[in-house]
């Protein structure tokens, strides 16, 4: 030791002479007292705390290995115990075992079968990665005696499993770390090659203690300490195992073409939320983004069997039974005011082009690297996809109509309004999005499913996109034109696809990582977490409903991790007359919530107006989720600032493509929460 003094681990227990000594406790914890930043230190029961994120009325002392809480170790005790030889980080695959063995000598030179991990402290400018800790790009530290230079600033939030060996998107090997002083001698599970007269005395001077991790919860680094001290009467001869081949699950740092951060703008926003592109522009989310999709243009059946994109159709849905309708009045006939106009320019009766199509072009122009896509489908207009997708000639004909209405901008006239004619919308949209709900399993009711076919027909579909849309592009002097798709997060909808094959005429997907539960439901839970819950009641496939368990899937099933974009909600789910029981967490529902802003359905509401909502949030310090319980006794699940950096985390770890949202009419004023998604650029 070159210092008389050094923290171990976390401060708590401070060696002094060669003996540890219990560090004074911190100011007592207080369950009326929010702890904000991470890092606040508490005493509780004679014991130091650190919290690792937010938190209210959280008990230190029964937060446990996944909690907000660390336990810093003892504090305030007088007596000196003897220091432990060292700290080493393990991932064992099993619970170790340590044999005593009789005191006798070798004859023959004795073969580790294993080759423990000692981390050393290293002396300079960088540290021991620790989970819990946070990182700025540039930082390096030390794990495993191999050195690893931050790319990006994240946190290792605890539970994630982000260790620098496992997450080449936000760790690089290599730096420098200055001179390293080992703290402890490695320890050696010597096996002889012949026959002992003697073997090693191995004098352990405590039983190794392994933090279990909770499955299915992210396998975490486990810390094993102290360590056995192996005096062997001969030098063994080492010999290292082979470090396993690490096939990353993301695609590093650089090679992703850009990182995507994009939105769903809502066609009917303009009646419900008053909800004007103008908004985007002067909340300054359209400089954030880099594509929005406008929600949603229908497709028809037609007289001979196919179906077609179409124009100028103004019909409300027959009860949402027929999946007929149109707007073409919000799309491009409608007449803008000056004050809600992106250039406060008003709209004449006799332009050819109006509505939300001209506001979007307005706001294109402003900002050049906004991509705007024309997204096709959704919940309510899903009818016709699987005949659409059934046979050749039914998929080129879907094809060229949607690329003839929305590229080439050809829109019909109707009900005696000026607007529309042949290529007024051209150069508006840069793409098409298929929002098909969904491939072979039903979604509002009444859609045509083919549960055998729509599989592959899907694939068929894309790549029939794909063609007409390069074709188109070379026409147009080489322009790209983008192919993207919402899809399904549930493990049944992933089964019904072919994501190895249909994701090679993608340029991204965009995975609707929320609605995993609802107002459908008997019991309060999570809509959009990160992780699952070994807490959770929930029985069945529902178990997999959660981000991490549906991308695991997805990528497995042959989905490339940069073609993937994450979904985040700007919205709740709520559950009414809920029980104060774990603060509402998976308690029976006995109503519906209670109206929340403009709530367009039971168990619905913006992100601007549960913001405001009073009443207990908490953190999940599992799943990742926030969750709110009203003082009216209704119960909410929602994102906030702080669980979305989480999933931005999250997604670079992963190597994922970028995050989009539905919609932005669920934002506040400020953009607040595009602003945190656009944090990953």
Not at 67 to 86: E, F
Not at 150 to 157: D, P, R, V
Not at 628 to 643: A, C, H, R, V
């Amino acid at each position: 030791m070159k210092k008389l003094s050094q923290t171990i681990i976390a401060g708590s227990l401070v060696l002094i002479g060669g003996q540890v000594m219990a560090a004074d406790c911190a100011t007592p914890w207080s369950a009326n007292t929010t702890y904000a930043a991470g890092g606040t230190l508490v005493s509780q029961n004679g014991h130091n705390y650190s919290n690792k994120w937010w938190t209210l009325n959280e008990d230190p002392s029964k937060s446990g290995s996944w909690g907000v809480w660390s336990d810093l170790g003892v504090c305030g005790a007088s007596n000196a115990t003897p220091a432990p030889t060292a700290v080493v980080t393990a991932t064992p695959t099993a619970s170790p075992v340590v044999t005593t063995a009789p005191t006798s000598s070798p004859t023959a030179t004795p073969k580790p079968t294993a080759t423990p991990v000692v981390t050393s402290a290293p002396v300079g400018s960088c540290s021991v990665w620790s989970e819990g800790s946070s990182y700025k790009a540039g930082d390096v530290v030390s794990y495993n005696g191999v050195t690893y230079t931050a790319l990006s600033a994240h946190t290792a939030y605890v539970g994630a499993g982000w260790t620098p060996a496992t997450t080449p998107t936000l760790w690089k090997a290599g730096g420098t770390c200055g001179a390293v002083t080992p703290t402890a001698t490695p320890v050696v599970t010597a096996t002889p090659s012949a026959s002992p007269t003697a073997t090693p005395v191995v004098t352990p001077t405590a039983t190794p203690k392994v933090t279990a991790t909770p499955s299915p919860a992210p396998t975490a680094t486990p810390l094993i300490s102290p360590t056995p001290v192996v005096t062997p009467t001969a030098t063994p001869v080492v010999t290292p195992t082979a470090t396993p081949a690490v096939t990353p699950s993301s695609t590093p740092t650089g090679q992703i073409p850009s990182r995507e951060v994009g939105s769903y703008f809502t066609q009917w926003g303009v009646y419900d939320s008053a909800f004007f592109a103008k908004a985007v522009q002067d909340s300054g989310a359209a400089a954030k983004l880099t594509f929005i999709n406008y929600a949603f243009g229908n497709i028809y059946k037609q007289a001979d069997g196919t179906i077609k994109c179409d124009s100028g159709i103004n019909k409300a849905n027959d009860g949402n039974t027929a999946g007929d309708g149109g707007d073409a009045w919000a799309d491009y006939q409608m007449d803008y005011a000056a004050k809600d106009s992106v250039d406060g320019v008003a709209d004449t009766w006799e332009s050819k082009l109006k509505g939300n199509f001209n506001q979007l072009k307005k706001l294109k122009a402003k900002n050049p690297n906004l991509k705007i896509f024309i997204s096709l489908g959704g919940w309510t207009w899903s009818r016709y996809f699987s005949t659409a997708a059934s046979t050749d000639a039914n998929r080129k004909a879907l094809v060229a109509s949607c690329i003839d209405v929305y590229l080439k901008g050809n829109l019909k006239k109707s009900g005696g309004d000026p607007a529309g004619g042949a290529g007024v919308a051209k150069d508006i949209f840069d793409g098409i999005d298929i929002d098909w709900e969904y491939p072979g399993v039903q979604g509002i009711g009444n859609n045509v499913v083919d549960a055998v076919n729509d599989k592959h027909n899907l694939t068929l579909l894309m790549a029939e996109f794909r063609k007409q849309l390069d074709e188109y592009g070379a026409s147009q002097g080489g322009k790209k034109f983008y192919l993207t798709a919402a899809i399904g997060a549930g493990s049944e909808k992933i089964d019904q696809t072919e994501p190895a094959q249909y994701s090679k005429s993608m340029d991204w997907v965009n995975v609707m990582t929320y609605d995993f539960h609802g107002d459908w439901d008997d019991t309060t839970n999570f809509h959009s977490h990160l992780y699952p819950d070994p807490a959770d009641p929930t029985v069945g496939i529902a178990r997999t409903y959660n981000i991490d368990d549906a991308l695991t899937k997805l990528m497995a099933n042959g989905m490339p991790a940069d073609k993937i974009v994450l979904g985040i909600p700007y919205y709740g789910r709520g559950f009414g007359g809920v029980a104060s029981l774990n603060d509402g967490l998976y308690q029976k529902k006995t109503r519906a919530a209670g109206k929340v802003g403009v709530q367009t359905e039971a168990g619905y509401g913006d992100y601007k107006a549960l913001k405001d909502v009073a009443g207990v949030r908490k953190y999940h310090p599992v799943t990742k989720q926030l969750y709110l319980y009203t003082t009216t006794g209704d119960w909410w699940s929602y994102d906030d600032i702080q669980t979305i950096r989480l999933k931005n985390d999250y997604l670079k770890a992963k190597g994922l493509r970028g995050n989009f949202s539905w919609a932005l009419d669920g934002d506040d004023a400020n953009a607040t929460l595009t602003k945190t998604m656009a944090e990953i650029k």
